[in-house]
């Protein structure tokens, strides 16, 4: 496992936009990554994934064309982009990690149970 914390998150307005950081302990980085969210009285979902040496990339088709994944392993960094802000997008956001010596296939990474390290949160407010 690896630790994980999150930064970035805070107040947008509608149409805005905001960067999330992942920061993971450890000298290894090559991991499959993710970033799920969570909305008050809702099931965390998966919103984006990156596969390690970036082999790939997944996105919820709620997210698809807004939000964009990406990682600077000199940094230990995982990244998620968010413009076109909107209010569904209000959530706890969530970094994932799989550091298990197999990868995921595509089909698997918005699955929860695919990884074994999760970050603490940080919140996204979007408002009108």
């Known amino acids: 496992q690896v630790q994980l914390v999150e930064s970035g998150g805070g107040l947008a307005q509608v149409g805005g936009s905001l960067s999330l950081s992942c920061a993971a302990s450890?000298?290894?980085?090559?991991?499959?990554m993710a970033w799920f969210r969570q909305a008050p009285e809702k099931e965390r979902e998966f919103v984006a994934g990156?596969?390690?040496?970036?082999?790939?990339?997944s996105y919820s088709d709620s997210v698809k064309g807004r939000f964009t994944i990406s990682r600077d392993n000199a940094k230990n960094t995982l990244y998620l982009q968010m413009n076109s802000l909107r209010p569904e997008d209000s959530a706890n956001y969530f970094c994932?990690?799989?550091?298990?010596?197999?990868?995921?296939?595509?089909?698997?990474?918005?699955?929860?149970?695919?990884?074994?390290?999760w970050g603490q949160g940080t919140q996204v407010t979007v408002s009108a």
């Open positions: 990156l596969k390690r040496r970036n082999f790939g990339t």
């Open positions: 994932a990690a799989r550091t298990t010596a197999s990868g995921l296939i595509t089909s698997s990474m918005p699955s929860q149970r695919a990884y074994d390290s």
């Open positions: 450890g000298r290894a980085f090559n991991y499959d």
